[in-house]
Each structure stands twice: as structure tokens, then as C-alpha cells.
Nanobody
Framework: QVQLVESGGGLVQPGGSLRLSCAAS????????MGWYRQAQGKQRELVAA???????NWADSVKGRFTITRDHAKNTVYLQMNSLKPEDTAVYYC??????????????WGKGTLVTVSS
């Protein structure tokens, strides 16, 4: 079994910062990529940022220059540092990981999400 557990969400004022963490646990052979998606109320889930095992990154234009994604390979953990937060960043943030477990083909796993609210 594989689990992804997010932490670090909460309420922050506009212009503030938050750091999200996501740790993958269980029987994991290799992780190809880890990333973050978000879903605001009434909207579709969208990519925020992702990082591959080789360090390549993919970003949503709306967060470029404000958010940073990093990965700790030894801990199977990915972080999302969010700075200069805006009310439009309010959403449930979901972690995902494309990984191989028990010799099966790579699959995408999801966390349960953590709520980020940007409001004064």
C-alpha cells in the first residue's frame, strides 16, 4: 500500500507565505515525479507544479515566480513553498506521485488534500 499525506495548509493573509509538505510512504520502488494540483470551489483541478526524478519542473503560469517546488528523494517528500499568496490561490491542494510499487507499472497516487485559504 502507498499513502501520500499532505500537511501545511491553513489560513493566511494576502501577501503571506505557506509551505506545504507531502510524504509518500509504503512499498515504493521508485518515484518518477511528484507534484501539486489544486482545486478551487466550483473549478476543475489544475496543475500547480511538478518535479521529475531528474529535476525537471512544470509550472502553472499563475504561480511562476511566487511558488517553489522541491523534493527530498531520501524522504520521498515533496514541498511547495508558496510566497506572495493571493486570494485566487485559495483552493484544496492535492499532492500526487507517479511511482512504482511492488513491481507494477507506474501509477499515479493522490493525497487527500489540504486546504489553503488566502483571506484578510
Amino acid at each position: 500500500q502507498v499513502q501520500l499525506v499532505e500537511s501545511g495548509g491553513g489560513l493566511v493573509q494576502p501577501g503571506g507565505s505557506l509551505r506545504l509538505s507531502c510524504a509518500a510512504s509504503g512499498t515504493i520502488f521508485s518515484i518518477n515525479a511528484m507534484g501539486w494540483y489544486r482545486q478551487a470551489q466550483g473549478k476543475q483541478r489544475e496543475l500547480v507544479a511538478a518535479v521529475t526524478s531528474g529535476g525537471g519542473t512544470n509550472w502553472a503560469d499563475s504561480v511562476k515566480g511566487r511558488f517553489t517546488i522541491t523534493r527530498d528523494h531520501a524522504k520521498n517528500t515533496v514541498y511547495l513553498q508558496m510566497n506572495s499568496l493571493k486570494p485566487e490561490d485559495t483552493a484544496v491542494y492535492y499532492c500526487n506521485a507517479d511511482l512504482t510499487s511492488n513491481g507494477t507499472p507506474p501509477m499515479r497516487y493522490w493525497g487527500k488534500g489540504t486546504l489553503v485559504t488566502v483571506s484578510s
